[in-house]
């Protein structure tokens, strides 16, 4: 079946650290990839996403590869800001399969001033 | 502006009291579904629409319903609630298009509690 596993955390840095947050996904045909955004008392918003393998998405300093070869999709932000905690989701959604996404259980980030 | 829209943001009921959350876009989107976030489980899904009059169970549908009677609404229906379904619930929508890159947008919340 479909499904994406990724870091649980929590996730606790310093200001200015470099974050990584891993993803890994199982999946049939070519699904569209993703990173959704948790603010406190906020739903989901986009982060930012790829629909094809080699794509990098980037948004706000984040930044993913869609990795084929290793089915991954890690997250990545060279300075982290105190303004960056939030609990970060992975999720994947197959090609030509409705709109149906799978989502990862969330990573929680505290990021320290 | 788009957007999707729950009410209400909180609840607090009793069990068996049969209640509906609302859930409506703007954005003329096919598809809309319901989900439930839980601690350590992530998001999981309660049932999504295709279409109107197209509807189907996610991963967890016991204790739930839906209808699909217009494009801009999907409520979510609980018809004899219990403490096990205390949540935070999200509704969502996207459009049907073809190929897979549609982004799907959330609503901000629902928060539910069953005493």
């Known amino acids: 079946g479909n499904s994406v596993t990724q870091m649980e955390g929590p996730v606790t840095l310093s200001e200015e650290a470099f974050l990584t947050i891993n993803c890994t996904y199982t999946?049939?045909?070519?699904?569209?990839l993703f990173w959704y955004v948790q603010y406190p008392g906020e739903g989901l918003q986009l982060l930012l996403k790829?629909?094809?393998?080699?794509d990098k998405g980037s948004n706000k300093g984040f930044e993913a590869t869609y990795r084929k070869e290793t089915t991954s999709f890690h997250l990545e932000k060279g300075s982290v800001q105190v303004s960056d905690s939030a609990v970060y989701f992975c999720?994947?959604?197959?090609?030509?399969?409705?709109?149906?996404?799978?989502f990862g259980p969330g990573t929680r980030l505290s990021v320290l001033p | 502006e788009a957007q999707v829209t729950q009410n209400p943001r909180y609840l607090i009921t009793v069990t068996g009291k049969k209640l509906t959350v609302t859930c409506s876009q703007n954005?003329?989107?096919?598809?809309m579904s319901w989900y439930r976030q839980d601690p350590g489980l992530g998001l999981r899904q309660i049932y999504y629409s295709m279409n109107v009059e197209v509807t189907d169970k996610g991963d967890v549908p016991e204790g739930y319903k839906v209808s699909r009677k217009e494009k801009r609404n999907f409520p979510l229906i609980l018809e004899s609630p219990s403490p096990n379904q205390t949540s935070l619930y999200f509704c969502a929508s996207s459009f049907q298009g073809q190929g897979s890159g549609n982004t799907i947008y959330f609503g901000e919340g629902s928060w539910l509690t069953v005493v």
């Open positions: 790829a629909t094809k393998a080699d």
């Open positions: 954005m003329n989107h096919e598809y």
């Open positions: 999946a049939t045909g070519y699904p569209s």
């Open positions: 999720a994947l959604k197959r090609a030509n399969y409705g709109q149906n996404f799978v």
